[in-house]
Each structure stands twice: as structure tokens, then as C-alpha cells.
């Protein structure tokens, strides 16, 4: 099965702090994402990585930036952590395949304080 | 306009009831479609990839209609550890590989 990894389950931060979130997967997927998720307002993605070192914005990437320096790895940073982004975020992968869906990991809880 | 729309719900039914799901998407250049479960403070997974000619998994029926853009999600004899937000995806050609999602549909299945 294929695995991803997310490092924190529960993180707590002040608000102005740097965060980094890390995800890692074990099956060689070339496609990386990152969402978060909020009640009422379903999934959203801030970044997603079709290969190392490419990045593309998705639908809210303002507040965050991404990091791929290897295949298995992408990391999400918070530059400056907002109360407003006390979220759940998950990171998934996939294949290129058209007929693949997403492995998510089981997310990380940020509260900013 | 959202890629993909679903009745958010709740649903409440019976143990043993039969419920159906419905979705709708807008881009014609979708390929694949999923069905994916979520539990409460859980990550989604996936329940069921949807087929052209339609497909079935044990309890759970899924069916495409690429002409009406609907897909559709049912499930029989429900039992209590079918409780979850159920959530309609959509892979759009020429995206990169990113999926679309709804923002889900709650069940609840009450004894």
C-alpha cells in the first residue's frame, strides 16, 4: 500500500512563527498536493508538484509556499503563521494516471495562537 | 461555477435502508471519477473508482452519465459504519493531475 507520511498530527504555533509541514510518500509518485480543510468549506488546494523542483499555485496559495526537492518530499511553509490559517491540512499523492485518485496522509491539525 | 456540486445533506436514514448519493459536474473534459469516504477528523479514502458501464463493489453501486455529467453513489442495506461524509472527485484532463472534489455529502445511519 502505498504510504504517506505526514510528519505532525497535532502542531501548535504562534501567529508570525515559520511553519513547516512535511509529507513524504513511499511509492514514487510524481504528483504532490497540499490542501487544507475547513468546515463547510470542503477541501481546498494551496500547491501541488508534478515533479521535483515544479511547483503550481492552487486555489488559495496566498500565506504559503512550497518546497520540492526530492520526489518523496513536499514540504509546505507557512512565511508567517496567521490565526487564519488554523486549519487541517492534508497532503496527498498520486500518478500521472488519469485513472489513479489520491493517497491522502491522515493530516495535520495547526492551531495558531 | 464549482467543478463539482453535491448535496451537502445530512442524511439521516434506518440501518438497513437504502440511500443514493448524487453529484454533479461541469467541465466535459473530465476523465475519471471517484467516490471517496471521510470519517470525522479523518483523511478521505478512496471508496470507489466510477465507470462508464458502472460498477459495484458489494453494498455500494456507483454510475456515470456522461451525457447528463451526473454521477451517482448508492448504497444498500446500510449499516452504522457507513457514517461518513462522502465525498464526488473528478480528474479534468490537462490539469496536472489534480483531482476535483465536492464538498461532500454526510450520512448518517441511525440503529
Known amino acids: 500500500d502505498v504510504k504517506v507520511t505526514q510528519s505532525s498530527r497535532y502542531l501548535v504555533k504562534r501567529t508570525g512563527e515559520k511553519v513547516f509541514l512535511e509529507c513524504v510518500q513511499d511509492?514514487?509518485?510524481?504528483?504532490m498536493f497540499w490542501y487544507r480543510q475547513d468546515p463547510g468549506l470542503g477541501l481546498r488546494l494551496i500547491y501541488f508538484?508534478?515533479?521535483?523542483?515544479?511547483?503550481e499555485k492552487g486555489d488559495i496559495p496566498e500565506g504559503y509556499s512550497v518546497s520540492r526537492e526530492k520526489k518523496e518530499r513536499f514540504s509546505l511553509i507557512l512565511e508567517s503563521a496567521s490565526t487564519n490559517q488554523t486549519s487541517m491540512y492534508l497532503c496527498?499523492?498520486?500518478?500521472?494516471?488519469?485513472?489513479?485518485?489520491?493517497?491522502f496522509g491522515s493530516g495535520t491539525r495547526l492551531t495558531v495562537v | 461555477r464549482k467543478e463539482v456540486e453535491q448535496d451537502p445533506g445530512p442524511f439521516n436514514v434506518p440501518e438497513g435502508a437504502t440511500v443514493a448519493f448524487n453529484c454533479t459536474y461541469s467541465?466535459?473534459?473530465?476523465?475519471?471519477f471517484f467516490w471517496y469516504r471521510q470519517d470525522c477528523r479523518k483523511e478521505p479514502k478512496l471508496l470507489m473508482s466510477?465507470?462508464?458501464s458502472g460498477n459495484e463493489d458489494g453494498r455500494f453501486t456507483a454510475q456515470l452519465n456522461r451525457a447528463s455529467q451526473y454521477i451517482s453513489l448508492l448504497i444498500r442495506d446500510s449499516k452504522l459504519s457507513d457514517s461518513a461524509t462522502y465525498l464526488c472527485?473528478?480528474?479534468?484532463?490537462?490539469?496536472?493531475?489534480?483531482?476535483?472534489f465536492g464538498r461532500g455529502t454526510q450520512l448518517t445511519v441511525w440503529p
Open positions: 496527498a499523492s498520486k500518478t500521472q494516471g488519469a485513472e489513479d485518485g489520491y493517497t
Open positions: 511509492m514514487d509518485h510524481e504528483n
Open positions: 508538484s508534478y515533479d521535483v523542483k515544479m511547483k
Open positions: 467541465n466535459s473534459a473530465s476523465q475519471s
Open positions: 466510477v465507470y462508464s
Open positions: 472527485v473528478v480528474n479534468i484532463a490537462s490539469t496536472l493531475g489534480r483531482l476535483y
